[in-house]
């Protein structure tokens, strides 16, 4: 056994106000969001549209605002998760619930809302979406510039980065502008005496992308900025300079210390797909095997993450959906609407109902206490089928004593008349393990009824 050493907890830049200061101007960008949060979770009619015009006009007459500042800070309370979006139905999300008094919920809302700064402040509509899209993919590395720079940055400087980076997106995805050129562009012609390849050699491929009209980077540039400082990430002084504010600061630091703590990933996953990750995660123990759900998780936006997860649980390999549930508990608070709402699904339901209890409060040696006892035995098949499937047999016989049924006969019932899709294998493969041949022919009897039909 090799002894690990563990990176210190790291600290912000010197100057960063403390989370509760933080929290407090996170508030404050976010206040008319939370009142009109509020005003609907109470006003609206249940399973209205989310927001339609009457509903703009009601908001802004009793909130005094105008229907544009009610339409704008609506959008800004669904990025911050303080609305969530059911269907056609909205409800007031955790981080509404927690606003007050949890001030880690109002600084991930704020940093949701700074992640969407691009939804939030809507592009100019004449300018092609693969220019904005360039823009957005580099405005982290202007940040970035800013954060270093601990200070005031000219607007030009920012402007030269940004015309920098592009072009090395650019070049990076092999495009080219075309349109009227000066000179030919250097594809290397194919004739015989062109010095290109020769006949059966592969030809480079280079994909053609419309040029930018002039100006189009600086006029982004402002747009960028200018949505920037709308969600309270930068000031901007009268469009000559841009500083980032104490929340810009801390959000940028933040970004930069989940690339560190991604690129420390344990045990190599960082840029697989979840369920590579789930997988590679299968031989590690519990404490290696959270390390590496963070730095996955950290790598990723929590929505994304969440989405992955719950994608691969709903899968075949009921190894994966277990550790699936395993790596929403290190995500914690954020994956509570969705763990929600997947609890109506049958094969997730078990898990969900489990996860919510310990996020509620609940010991893990009590949560199971929540399920009825149709839900246990589902989730008994639902783990011996992981068990069959990667682990060796003593790991299925030892399963066996963790049903909630007193004997195997009423397990046995209980099993088959559950409906999960694996009973036949878990109980051939059950069969197959116990050394008592009374019970196994039992076993297998039973098998054989389900494949059957049988009663």
């Known amino acids: 056994m090799t002894t690990r050493r563990t990176r210190s907890a790291p600290r912000p830049p010197e100057g960063t106000p403390p989370p509760a200061e933080l929290a407090r101007q996170a508030r404050e960008v976010l206040a008319d969001a939370v009142r009109i949060a509020r005003w609907a979770a109470v006003e609206r009619d249940p399973g209205s ?17 105008t229907p544009a500042q009610v339409r704008a800070g609506w959008d800004r309370a669904r990025l911050a998760g303080l609305v969530e979006l059911h269907g056609g139905t909205a409800r007031p999300g955790w981080r509404l619930r927690a606003w007050d008094r949890d001030d880690m919920a109002v600084l991930r809302g704020w940093v949701a809302l700074f992640d969407a700064w691009s939804l939030a402040h809507p592009a100019p509509g004449d300018v092609a979406p693969t220019a904005v899209a360039e823009v957005v993919e580099a405005v982290p590395q202007l940040l970035s510039l800013l954060q270093l720079s601990a200070g005031p940055v000219l607007v030009p400087a920012l402007l030269d980065l940004l015309e920098q980076r592009v072009e090395e997106l650019r070049e990076e995805r092999c495009e080219v502008p075309y349109g009227p050129q000066s000179q030919p562009l250097p594809m290397g012609g194919h004739g015989p005496s062109s010095g290109g390849p020769a006949a059966g050699e592969p030809v480079p491929v280079v994909t053609e992308v419309p040029a930018s009209p002039p100006g189009t980077v600086a006029s982004l540039l402002d747009w960028a900025l200018d949505g920037l400082a709308a969600v309270g990430a930068l000031t901007l002084d009268r469009g000559r300079s841009a500083t980032l504010t104490p929340l810009g600061n801390w959000a940028v630091w933040v970004k930069l210390e989940q690339i560190c703590v991604a690129a420390q990933s344990p045990a190599g996953n960082i840029e697989q797909p979840a369920d590579d990750m789930l997988r590679g995660c299968a031989r590690l123990t519990p404490g290696p095997a959270r390390a590496e759900y963070r730095a996955w998780l950290a790598a990723r936006t929590v929505s994304s993450a969440v989405t992955e997860l719950l994608a691969v649980a709903r899968g075949e390999d009921a190894l994966l959906r277990g550790l699936a549930f395993e790596a929403l508990r290190v995500v914690g608070a954020p994956a509570e609407a969705e763990v929600r709402a997947v609890a109506s699904e049958p094969s997730l339901r078990p898990y969900a109902l489990l996860w919510l209890a310990e996020y509620e409060g609940a ?54 008349a559950g409906g999960h899709p694996r009973t036949v294998q878990v109980l051939v493969a059950l069969a197959a393990a116990h050394p008592d041949p009374a019970l196994a022919k039992a076993v297998r009897r039973a098998a054989f009824q389900v494949h059957t039909g049988g009663a």
């Open 49 to 65: 549209t989310p927001l339609a015009a009457p509903a703009r006009e009601r908001a802004a007459a009793a909130l005094g605002l």
């Open 363 to 416: 010991d893990p040696e009590d949560a199971q206490d929540v399920l009825t006892r149709e839900e246990a035995t589902w989730l008994w098949v639902d783990t011996a089928a992981a068990v069959a499937d990667h682990g060796e047999p003593q790991l299925l016989l030892r399963h066996l004593d963790s049903a909630v049924q007193g004997t195997v006969p009423a397990l046995l019932e209980e099993v088959r």
